[in-house]
């Protein structure tokens, strides 16, 4: 007769066990296999909790529930314990240094990488050893099944779930229950609260689209679109400063009096209590006529002055080549340029829109050209000053919000100026000095007007021409006419 070599067997309770049903639970197992494997386990889980992982998946493989036997089945393989013991012993070594380091961030990313996550035992234990470490509050992201920092979480459905900033961005406000919901919750919509004004996030796509333009004529047809988030002062109503908006820039008319839709409103869970306004994509031209709506100050909303807005320009990634793409990268994030990306974006780095050092280390670039898609795998994380993740566009997510209509000009500016530049322009040519010529050329002046005002006012050295030209500084077609 065959023993079951499992300490206490969890169907008799006998440490001896010699009845039948030894031979199923045994299968593909030598003496030397189980006893490595309660070792293995009582490694990898608390020393309480090991015995009860065993016996829960010997009962199973006894009574037929197990599909595979044991040394094919990913909990309990021999293989993989092995694995998740390596990578205890790993992690404890990159922990400990980040622990020594006082390095928190550190020491999340160790916890939430993908590898890792695999050898978490009980997530009440990770969060009192942060806790415990760190001179912070951590918390577990209940969508996501992140740890993050205390203040990165949000309070949805009424303060019964609690998700971080990236999974917060797929709820929105619902008014009529008065709390943030997911965007999927069919419990929930936003036809039924007498609120269709504001769109469901990302609603607005079906709805827009290409938006004739002066820009059409050029030989080089590129154009552009925003997403401005807005927050509401609460004394206000949602809708109606959305509905507000949308009255006044939401259709542009052309001098045909063709008519079309320039901007709508969604909701935006990043938002405390606000909407997101998202144009069509088209020329400088036509966002010059419909955002002149921001030259008033209007009463209610807020953008700069808030801890939650931002400003995202897309512009075109048609016929972009991975090389002029790996020129707009270093340009943007090369720290000889920050002085002026820190003032034309009104912010620094952050978590929404990191500016790397994309010198130190070319692997993003290596991993890019070995993919089938290059441009979408120049940056890993979508939150970078540059994402290339989208099908059409690449947008620039480094402007803090605004509704001042000079510094949206300004932004909409920067960025096509950036697109061309980099294009035209070799790689050690990519500095602040040669992009302040490139914007005060003849050629770009009328594509550029806000711009160049705009760093003026801040200190920064704008050639002008000796006799100005009204036809060039007005033209919006310019000399890259056809």
């Known amino acids: 007769m065959e023993y079951c070599f499992i300490p206490m067997c969890g169907l008799c309770n006998h440490s001896s066990c010699t009845i039948d049903h030894s031979i199923n639970l045994t299968k593909g197992f030598n003496t030397m296999n189980l006893i490595q494997l309660l070792k293995l386990y009582k490694d990898n889980y608390r020393v309480d909790h090991a015995k009860d992982q065993l016996r829960e998946r010997i009962r199973d493989n006894s009574k037929g529930n197990s599909k595979t036997h044991w040394r094919d089945s990913y909990f309990i393989s021999i293989d993989s314990l092995l694995i998740r013991k390596g990578l205890r012993k790993q992690f404890g070594i990159l922990f400990s240094q980040a622990v020594k380091d006082n390095d928190s961030n550190r020491a999340l990313e160790l916890i939430n990488d993908y590898e890792y996550r695999m050898i978490r035992s009980s997530m009440n234990d990770v969060i009192d050893l942060f806790n415990t470490k760190f001179s912070y509050e951590f918390g577990i992201c209940e969508d996501c099944g992140r740890i993050e920092i205390d203040s990165n979480f949000h309070s949805a459905y009424d303060g019964d779930r609690s998700v971080c900033d990236s999974c917060f961005e797929e709820y929105y406000y619902h008014d009529r229950s008065g709390q943030y919901v997911h965007q999927d919750d069919e419990n929930y919509s936003s036809d039924d609260d007498d609120e269709s004004i504001i769109g469901e996030y990302h609603s607005s796509a079906e709805n827009l689209g290409k938006i004739p333009s002066l820009f059409d004529k050029r030989k080089s047809q590129i154009f552009l679109g925003l997403e401005l988030e807005i927050e509401v002062n609460e004394d ?228 002008e021409l000796d006799k100005p030209n009204p036809r060039i500084e007005n033209n919006p077609v310019s000399n890259q006419e056809i």
Request: proline letters at 2%; hydrophobic letters at 30%; charged letters at 25%.
């Open 236 to 463: 206000y109503s949602r809708s109606d400063k959305a509905e507000n908006i949308l009255s006044n820039i939401g259709v542009y008319t052309d001098n045909k009096n063709d008519r079309y839709t320039y901007c709508l409103a969604e909701d935006d869970g990043s938002l405390n209590y606000g909407f997101e306004l998202v144009t069509g994509y088209t020329g400088l031209d036509v966002h010059e006529k419909q955002l002149a709506y921001f030259k008033k100050p209007i009463r209610g909303l807020r953008s700069h002055d808030t801890s939650t807005c931002g400003l995202h320009i897309h512009i075109d990634k048609r016929n972009v080549t991975l090389n002029h793409a790996t020129k707009m990268i270093l340009f943007m994030n090369d720290s000889g340029n920050q002085k002026l990306i820190k003032t034309i974006a009104r912010r620094s780095s952050n978590r929404f829109c990191k500016v790397l050092n994309k010198k130190a280390d070319y692997s993003w670039l290596k991993s890019a050209k070995r993919s089938s898609d290059p441009l979408r795998q120049l940056n890993e994380d979508r939150y970078e000053c540059l994402n290339f993740h989208n099908d059409n566009t690449i947008e620039f997510r480094l402007f803090k919000g605004t509704l001042k209509f000079e510094s949206i000009m300004s932004c909409l500016e920067f960025t096509y100026a950036t697109w061309f530049f980099c294009k035209d322009n070799g790689y050690q040519d990519l500095n602040t000095d040669n992009f302040i010529q490139f914007i005060c050329k003849p050629e770009n002046r009328s594509d550029t007007k806000y711009l160049r005002a705009y760093l003026k006012s801040h200190l920064f050295d704008i050639p």
